[in-house]
């Protein structure tokens, strides 16, 4: 597993994305298709752990020999850089540290939840999260791209840095923002339609929490990509840590209040809170910017807007989901993309070599 992480993150960092996504998708099917396979075969634990053994080494095998085969890899030749081994044992403490605390984050809701009103609430508030939290599959997709992209960019000090992080934060947002005011309209009748008479009020408005939570967390991910693709891992660390026992204890007392509805509103409140930790951290790291707000501060503002959306009545909140996306796309469109990104993206749109520019 290790070295399988290493050869698909050296891969990453020359772009081979095609090549990891044939071999990963490849063996992720054979997860799946060997074990069943042997366990038709009337194969015991064993022989599913020694299927899933064979994918393993296989994948990072065939990640192995597509290192290999780049034309412009560095030699195999051991060489003991000191500077870049203190680096690289910098980075990856703080980028371990942050991922600790941030794991703990996410599960210590689920701990407190049950410990202040009961399993059942666990229950309603765990569903929705984990189903609505595969969202961030497509985001995460995107920051692997943006990562060894944003790494080069800063390293020679280009100014297409921010320009490249402000077009990552208006697609996401744009495209999230539909995503999300689409699913809260229509999360009481899905979960009815799925859980039946076992749907709750509590866990309805959870999920749509979730969504909403959905919007900013995806644009934070942006911000922490884009403050590690600057080196600085250490900063995201310390956001979290700080986070830690403040989103705890005041966990405990929303849900030992107010149960799931107030757990599931701190969940918000801390993604919000980590959003703007993050774009602070960034604005204060840009080199050359000016001093202002930054524009992508309104995610945390849609984020709230789709919460309100929920307490609406079915009538007024999808007029009100439709004025929400198109205020989010006219923002993202004059706020977030300058003038040659609005011009690539006309011309992509319509296919045109010369549009006319973008107002």
């Given at each position: 597993?290790?070295?399988?992480?290493?050869?698909?993150?050296?891969?990453?960092?020359?772009?081979?994305?095609?090549?990891?996504?044939?071999?990963?998708?490849?063996?992720?099917?054979?997860?799946?298709?060997?074990?069943?396979?042997?366990?038709?075969?009337?194969?015991?634990?064993?022989?599913?752990?020694?299927?899933?053994?064979?994918?393993?080494?296989?994948?990072?095998?065939?990640?192995?020999?597509?290192?290999?085969?780049?034309?412009?890899?560095?030699?195999?030749?051991?060489?003991?850089?000191?500077?870049?081994?203190?680096?690289?044992?910098?980075?990856?403490?703080?980028?371990?540290?942050?991922?600790?605390?941030?794991?703990?984050?996410?599960?210590?809701?689920?701990?407190?939840?049950?410990?202040?009103?009961?399993?059942?609430?666990?229950?309603?508030?765990?569903?929705?999260?984990?189903?609505?939290?595969k969202l961030q599959i497509i985001i995460t997709s995107l920051c692997a791209v943006l990562?060894?992209?944003?790494?080069?960019?800063?390293?020679?000090?280009?100014?297409?840095?921010?320009?490249?992080?402000?077009?990552?934060?208006?697609?996401?947002?744009?495209?999230?923002?539909?995503?999300?005011?689409?699913?809260?309209?229509?999360?009481?009748?899905?979960?009815?339609?799925?859980?039946?008479?076992?749907?709750?009020?509590?866990?309805?408005?959870?999920?749509?929490?979730?969504?909403?939570?959905?919007?900013?967390?995806?644009?934070?991910?942006?911000?922490?990509?884009?403050?590690?693709?600057?080196?600085?891992?250490?900063?995201?660390?310390?956001?979290?840590?700080?986070?830690?026992?403040?989103?705890?204890?005041?966990?405990?007392?929303?849900?030992?209040?107010?149960?799931?509805?107030?757990?599931?509103?701190?969940?918000?409140?801390?993604?919000?809170?980590?959003?703007?930790?993050?774009?602070?951290?960034l604005k204060l790291q840009k080199r050359g910017g000016v001093v202002g707000i930054p524009?992508?501060?309104?995610?945390?503002?849609?984020?709230?807007?789709?919460?309100?959306?929920?307490?609406?009545?079915?009538?007024?909140?999808?007029?009100?989901?439709?004025?929400?996306?198109?205020?989010?796309?006219?923002?993202?469109?004059?706020?977030?993309?300058?003038?040659?990104?609005?011009?690539?993206?006309?011309?992509?749109?319509?296919?045109?070599?010369?549009?006319?520019?973008?107002?």
């Amino acid at each position: 597993m290790t070295l399988t992480a290493t050869f698909r993150g050296f891969l990453e960092a020359w772009g081979r994305f095609p090549f990891i996504s044939v071999v990963t998708g490849g063996c992720g099917a054979a997860l799946y298709a060997l074990p069943a396979v042997a366990v038709a075969r009337g194969a015991g634990l064993v022989g599913v752990a020694a299927a899933l053994a064979v994918v393993r080494v296989t994948m990072c095998a065939a990640l192995a020999i597509g290192c290999l085969r780049l034309k412009e890899r560095p030699s195999l030749s051991p060489v003991f850089d000191r500077a870049a081994v203190k680096r690289m044992l910098s980075f990856g403490g703080w980028l371990s540290l942050s991922n600790i605390v941030g794991t703990a984050t996410i599960y210590c809701d689920r701990f407190l939840l049950g410990v202040c009103v009961g399993m059942a609430a666990v229950t309603s508030y765990a569903m929705p999260l984990d189903v609505i939290g595969k969202l961030q599959i497509i985001i995460t997709s995107l920051c692997a791209v943006l990562f060894p992209l944003m790494s080069r960019l800063d390293e020679s000090a280009s100014r297409e840095f921010q320009t490249v992080y402000r077009g990552a934060v208006a697609i996401v947002l744009s495209l999230m923002t539909l995503i999300a005011t689409s699913a809260v309209l229509a999360v009481p009748v899905v979960m009815k339609l799925w859980l039946g008479t076992r749907t709750t009020f509590d866990s309805i408005f959870a999920a749509q929490v979730f969504l909403a939570g959905a919007v900013v967390q995806s644009a934070a991910s942006i911000a922490w990509t884009a403050l590690h693709a600057r080196g600085r891992s250490d900063l995201t660390a310390w956001v979290h840590l700080g986070e830690f026992p403040l989103y705890a204890i005041a966990l405990y007392f929303a849900a030992s209040r107010y149960g799931v509805r107030g757990a599931a509103l701190v969940w918000l409140g801390r993604g919000v809170v980590d959003f703007l930790c993050m774009a602070v951290l960034l604005k204060l790291q840009k080199r050359g910017g000016v001093v202002g707000i930054p524009p992508e501060f309104v995610a945390a503002i849609v984020s709230v807007s789709i919460v309100i959306l929920a307490l609406l009545p079915a009538g007024e909140a999808a007029p009100m989901a439709a004025l929400t996306c198109a205020i989010t796309w006219i923002w993202a469109w004059r706020m977030l993309l300058d003038e040659p990104s609005r011009l690539r993206l006309v011309r992509v749109m319509f296919g045109r070599r010369d549009p006319r520019p973008a107002c």
